[in-house]
C-alpha cells in the first residue's frame, strides 16, 4: 500500500488536541499544559462576547485552534444562512484557524432547527445538491471545508451508495476535505453492519486532515455516540490504522458528558501515541 505524504493541501499535523471545554477553562490558563491544539464549537463563540472571546483570544496566542461546528447544516435543503457563514469566517480570520469543520448531515428544514445531525439519503441527487454547497462555503468561508463523517442510525431505503462512496465523491467534486471521526465509523458499523476495514479502504486519504476519537454507549443491540470516555480499545485500533493510511493527521478526542478533571482528560487523549505506535509496529 502506498501512502500519501499528507494532505493534498499540506495543511499542518497539529499532534494531538483537546476539545475545549468550559471545564477546563481554569486548568488551562493557570498552567498553559503542553497540549498540540485546541478545537472549539464554533456556534459557542459566534454569538458571545466578554469573557467566553476573551479567554479564546488568549488561548488563540498560544495554541492552534480549529473550528468545528454543528450547524451549518451543509445537506439541508433550505437556502445556505449566509449571516452565519460571514460571523464564521470572522471568528476563522480572529482565531487564524488553519481550517473549519462541519458535519455531513442536515439539522433541519424550513427554518425549523432539530438540534441533531440529521443522516443523510445517499443519493446522487442529494451529492449534486451538497457538493454544490460545499463549494459555495467554501468560496465565502475562503478556505477548504472539513467535513466530518457522522454516526447514524438508520439508513434510507433510497441509499443508492455506501457512506464512504458518497463521501469520497463528495470530496472529489467539491474539492473539499475530510474529518474522519474513527468513533463514528465503529458506531456506524455496529447499527448498519458493515466492516470497517471496507470504509478505511474506501476514504481519499490525501484528503484527510483531521481525525476524531470518542467514548461511546454500548448498548448490545446498537451503539450510541455519546462522547462519554474513555475510547474503546476497537476505536483506537481504528485510529492506528486510519493514522497511519493518511500518513498522519491531527488527532482529536472529544468527551462531552460526565467531563472529567483536565489531567484525566488530557491523559486518555495521549493514548492516540500509543494506538498509532501500536499500528506502526504491525506494519
Request: include cysteine; charge should be negative.
Amino acid at each position: 500500500m502506498t501512502l500519501p505524504a499528507g494532505n493534498r493541501w499540506k495543511l499542518p499535523n497539529l499532534g494531538i488536541g483537546l476539545g475545549l471545554r468550559t471545564t477546563h477553562y481554569r486548568d488551562i490558563l493557570d498552567s498553559w499544559p503542553e497540549v498540540g491544539w485546541f478545537e472549539v464549537i464554533s456556534e459557542n463563540y459566534l454569538e458571545t462576547a466578554g469573557r467566553p472571546l476573551h479567554i479564546l483570544d488568549r488561548i488563540a496566542e498560544r495554541y492552534p485552534v480549529v473550528l468545528h461546528g454543528v450547524a451549518m447544516s451543509i445537506g439541508s435543503t433550505d437556502p445556505l444562512n449566509i449571516d452565519y457563514l460571514s460571523k464564521l469566517k470572522n471568528l476563522k480570520n480572529r482565531v487564524k484557524a488553519p481550517w473549519v469543520s462541519d458535519h455531513l448531515c442536515w439539522t433541519g428544514v424550513a427554518g425549523k432547527n432539530s438540534h441533531d445531525l440529521l443522516p443523510m439519503p445517499l443519493t446522487a441527487e442529494a451529492l449534486e445538491h451538497t457538493v454544490a454547497r460545499v463549494r459555495a462555503v467554501q468560496d465565502i468561508l475562503e478556505c477548504p471545508l472539513m467535513l466530518e463523517n457522522p454516526s447514524t442510525y438508520v439508513a434510507f431505503a433510497a441509499d443508492q451508495m455506501s457512506e464512504w462512496e458518497f463521501l469520497s465523491q463528495l470530496c472529489e467534486q467539491a474539492d473539499c476535505g475530510l474529518l474522519l471521526d474513527v468513533n463514528n465509523i465503529y458506531v456506524s458499523s455496529r447499527n448498519h453492519g458493515f466492516n470497517p476495514g471496507d470504509y478505511l479502504a474506501g476514504i481519499p486519504w490525501d484528503r484527510v486532515v483531521q481525525f476524531h476519537t470518542a467514548g461511546h454507549t454500548d448498548n448490545g443491540t446498537h451503539c450510541v455516540d455519546t462522547h462519554i470516555g474513555p475510547v474503546r480499545a476497537e476505536v483506537w485500533a481504528l485510529l492506528g490504522e486510519a493514522w497511519h493510511r493518511a500518513g498522519g493527521a491531527s488527532v482529536l478526542l472529544e468527551w462531552d458528558a460526565e467531563i472529567p478533571d483536565f489531567a484525566t482528560t488530557w491523559h486518555e487523549a495521549l493514548r492516540a501515541e500509543d494506538a498509532i505506535a501500536a499500528w506502526n509496529g504491525r506494519v
